[in-house]
């Protein structure tokens, strides 16, 4: 990986609230969601039909990406990702398309960003979704090549086995999850 330094002086934005909750059988200072204990009333959904997912519980899972060349801001930090940004197929709800905006449009991170917002998604959703990620419209000097690069299986897949790429990728996803700027 280069050395290059691409955007000396990100903007820096405020992280949203998060607007999901806890699960509602979580026990405040307990390590474990629901110690074991439950009521008679909980109603737990034994169906097969598959959960809904949406737009916000993408975002969760990406919102705290760290960006590859500012590692210690995430992709929403920088309003790499926001949750607009983040739309399902009316026709296919299992379809998605995640759009991220360089910070620069020579940005030479942006196969990093798109590949640790899909491999986050790859290993955080059911089998069944089919994920496209995009760069903003007009935001990349590359974006055609760049779109085409994250949306190739047979590229992912290599580049997921080069051991140099996949330490960043890690790096990057280490911080998904955690939110650590909310109050």
Request: include cysteine.
């Amino acid at each position: 990986m280069s050395s290059e330094v691409f955007n000396p002086n990100p903007i820096i934005f405020a992280p949203t609230k998060s607007k999901k909750t806890a699960h509602a059988y979580a026990k405040p200072n307990s390590l474990w969601l629901d110690d074991g204990e439950r009521t008679e009333d909980e109603d737990f959904d034994q169906s097969d039909e598959p959960e809904d997912i949406d737009q916000e519980e993408i975002f969760e899972l990406i919102r705290s990406i760290s960006d590859p060349e500012h590692r210690s801001m995430t992709l929403e930090q920088l309003a790499v990702v926001s949750a607009p940004q983040i739309t399902f197929d009316p026709k296919h709800p299992d379809r998605l398309t995640v759009e991220f905006t360089p910070t620069v449009p020579h940005c030479g991170m942006s196969t990093f960003i798109g590949l640790s917002i899909r491999v986050r998604l790859l290993r955080s959703l059911p089998q069944r979704f089919k994920v496209d990620i995009r760069v903003k419209p007009g935001s990349h000097q590359s974006e055609h090549a760049l779109n085409k690069q994250l949306n190739d299986k047979e590229r992912v897949a290599a580049a997921l086995e080069n051991p140099a790429l996949l330490e960043v990728l890690e790096q990057c996803l280490s911080s998904a999850g955690d939110h650590p700027h909310e109050h």
